[in-house]
């Protein structure tokens, strides 16, 4: 059974930084494609970076320069280091294989003053 569990999320200022995990589990995780995503309030869900199994990473340009995903293979965890967090980073974030139909719960992140 697929799983994703995020963890990590909080409130923050703006210019803070989180540190977001998320414990991928039922799949072969140092062959997935792992991907962040976001929603904000009244927003659609969105991607936000991508980090490949041969170790390229992708981002949306709105996080570029500021967001870094990595992953561990040994422990099936991909993260998102965030910094210099800003207001429209508000959200519920999520992680999960490239495709995969399955959900976690996410992580609030709130970044407000």
């Known amino acids: 059974q697929v799983q994703f569990v995020e963890s990590g999320g909080g409130l923050v200022q703006p210019g803070g930084s989180l540190r977001l995990s998320c414990a991928g589990s039922?799949?072969?995780?140092?062959?997935?494609?792992m991907v962040w995503l976001r929603q904000g309030p009244g927003k659609a869900r969105e991607w936000v970076a991508t980090s490949a199994p041969g170790g390229a990473t992708f981002y949306t340009d709105s996080v570029k320069g500021r967001f870094t995903i990595s992953r561990d293979n040994a422990k099936n965890t991909v993260y998102l280091q965030m910094n210099n967090l800003e207001i429209d980073d508000t959200g519920v974030y999520y992680c999960?294989?490239?495709?995969?139909?399955?959900w976690g719960q996410g992580t609030q992140v709130t970044v407000s003053s």
């Open positions: 039922g799949f072969s995780f140092n062959e997935a494609i």
């Open positions: 999960q294989e490239a495709g995969s139909t399955t």
